[in-house]
C-alpha cells in the first residue's frame, strides 16, 4: 500500500475509473447478447430496439475513454452485420 496521501487517492480514484469502465464493456456485452437473441427469434422490432441502445452506449462508452475509438467502431460495425442478416 502507498504512503503518499496523493498515491492513496490516485489508487482510490483510478479503481473508481476501472469499475465505470467495466460497467460499459459489460453493458455492452449484455446489449450484443440481446441482439442477438432478438435476430435468432426474427423479432425485427426487438432487434431494432436492441441495435439502437447498443450504437448509443457504445458512442458513449468511447466518449467517456472506456473504449478505444477503433473498438467502438468495430463493435458497431459488427452490430450493424448482425442486424441487417436478420432483416435479409
Same mark, same amino acid.
Given at each position: 500500500?502507498?504512503?503518499?496521501?496523493?498515491?492513496?487517492?490516485?489508487?482510490?480514484?483510478? !479503481?473508481? !475509473?476501472?469499475?465505470?469502465?467495466?460497467?460499459?464493456?459489460?453493458?455492452? /456485452?449484455?446489449?450484443?447478447?440481446?441482439?442477438?437473441?432478438?435476430?435468432?427469434?426474427?423479432?425485427?422490432?426487438?432487434?431494432?430496439? !436492441?441495435?439502437?441502445?447498443?450504437?448509443?452506449?457504445?458512442?458513449?462508452?468511447?466518449?467517456?475513454?472506456?473504449?478505444?475509438?477503433?473498438?467502438?467502431?468495430? /463493435?458497431?460495425?459488427?452490430?450493424?452485420?448482425?442486424? /441487417?442478416?436478420?432483416?435479409?
Amino acid at each position: 500500500m502507498a504512503n503518499i496521501h496523493s498515491q492513496k487517492k490516485r489508487i482510490l480514484r483510478t !479503481e473508481r !475509473e476501472r469499475l465505470e469502465n467495466r460497467r460499459y464493456t459489460s453493458t455492452i /456485452k449484455t446489449y450484443f447478447r440481446r441482439l442477438e437473441t432478438a435476430v435468432g427469434a426474427g423479432d425485427d422490432a426487438a432487434a431494432d430496439a !436492441e441495435h439502437k441502445v447498443l450504437v448509443k452506449t457504445i458512442d458513449k462508452a468511447v466518449k467517456v475513454g472506456a473504449l478505444h475509438r477503433n473498438n467502438g467502431a468495430r /463493435k458497431k460495425s459488427r452490430a450493424a452485420r448482425l442486424r /441487417k442478416s436478420a432483416s435479409a
